[in-house]
Nanobody
Framework: QVQLVQSGGGLAQPGGSLRLSCVAS??????????VVWFRQVPGKEREGVSC?????????YYAPEVEGRFTSSRDNTRSTVYLQMNSLKPEDTATYYC???????????????????WGQGSQVTVSA
């Protein structure tokens, strides 16, 4: 069973930065076998994909237009950890952020949360002056 534990997040001022981390664990887990997506959700709205990193069998990298150039997702396979670096934060980035893994998603893009079976617990990010 894959488990994801998130850390980071919190309060930032507009223009500031935050970093989220997501540590994966499980029997025989190799993070390279998973596509990694960061989603975010605000109350009353559907969870939306923010970024996607493909597995070693997959291709492409994706960022939602509203975060491209400001957010960067990365992975450290040796530590089974994925990161979301968020710079130039805006109030509209306020949301609960979730990391998610999938072994079956091969092509990154705007993926549906229904394609992902492994989820972190969520991290609150609040951007406010």
């Amino acid at each position: 069973q894959v488990q994801l534990v998130q850390s980071g997040g919190g309060l930032a001022q507009p223009g500031g930065s935050l970093r989220l981390s997501c540590v994966a664990s499980g029997p025989g887990l190799n993070l390279e076998d998973f596509a990694v997506v960061w989603f975010r959700q605000v109350p009353g709205k559907e969870r939306e994909g923010v970024s996607c990193l493909a597995s070693r069998r997959g291709s492409a990298e994706y960022y939602a237009p509203e975060v491209e150039g400001r957010f960067t997702s990365s992975r450290d396979n040796t530590r089974s950890t994925v990161y979301l670096q968020m710079n130039s934060l805006k109030p509209e980035d306020t949301a609960t952020y979730y990391c998610a893994l999938s072994e079956t998603v091969l092509v990154c893009g705007k993926r549906s949360p229904h394609e992902f079976g492994h989820w972190g617990q969520g991290s609150q990010v609040t951007v406010s002056a």
